[in-house]
């Protein structure tokens, strides 16, 4: 197991070669923003916050830091101006489907995000899917997954399979980063559904 040393906004960090940019800056103390990432999980890049700007070999690209590989002499800078307007517009399209979230709002006041700059949406889903793969993933139950596409994407447990495993579990509850009761509220419309069943996300 080898180890790389890389710059992360002008800190020399050293990182295992098997870390991701985001592992990396974790460890030597820099935040990231993220909310679709969590340790138990495959990377997802769904909510994007955690987009960098990484130049390696001389070249300078945008990625996500949450999937981009450590290299040997990668340079990252996480709080460029450019980033943080995306960081910015990121924030301003899920307040316009959360905007009660308490996790969205510490990071509004951060990068100033205006919460009205975008029409609200009869949602509170940011399509972060920590729910969806947490329970695939680690329970192996596939209890909730997507439906429909696009802007109408959202988040639905299966009844048939929730009513059995969902209140013996309910670990997905405290992952939503736009409040856990909310997620508990769909479960519970879903098990006096008769909504039908769907195909997952991952099946298709």
């Not at 040393?5 to 870390?19: F, H, R």
Request: charged residues 30%.
């Amino acid at each position: 197991m080898g180890v790389v040393t890389l710059t992360i906004d002008n800190k020399e960090v050293k990182a295992k070669e098997e870390m991701t940019v985001l592992e990396a800056a974790q460890s030597a103390g820099i935040d990231i923003p993220t909310l679709c990432h969590h340790e138990k999980l495959e990377p997802y890049t769904a909510c994007r916050l955690c987009m960098v700007e990484v130049e390696s070999r001389g070249r300078v690209k945008l990625d996500t830091a949450c999937s981009s590989p450590v290299k040997e002499n990668m340079v990252v800078r996480t709080k460029t101006e450019d980033i943080i307007k995306i960081r910015r517009t990121l924030l301003e399209l899920m307040l316009s489907h959360a905007p009660d979230s308490r996790e969205l709002q510490a990071l509004v006041k951060e990068y100033g995000a205006d919460k009205d700059r975008f029409e609200k949406e009869a949602s509170f889903c940011i399509h972060c899917g920590l729910c969806v793969r947490y329970c695939a993933e680690v329970k192996k139950k596939s209890a909730v997954g997507f439906i429909n596409s696009g802007v109408r994407r959202e988040i639905s447990f299966v009844p048939e399979i929730a009513s059995k495993e969902c209140w013996n579990c309910k670990e997905c509850f405290e992952l939503c980063p736009t409040e856990a009761l909310q997620t508990a509220y769909l479960f519970t419309v879903a098990q006096i559904s008769d909504s039908p069943s769907f195909e997952l996300e991952s099946e298709k």
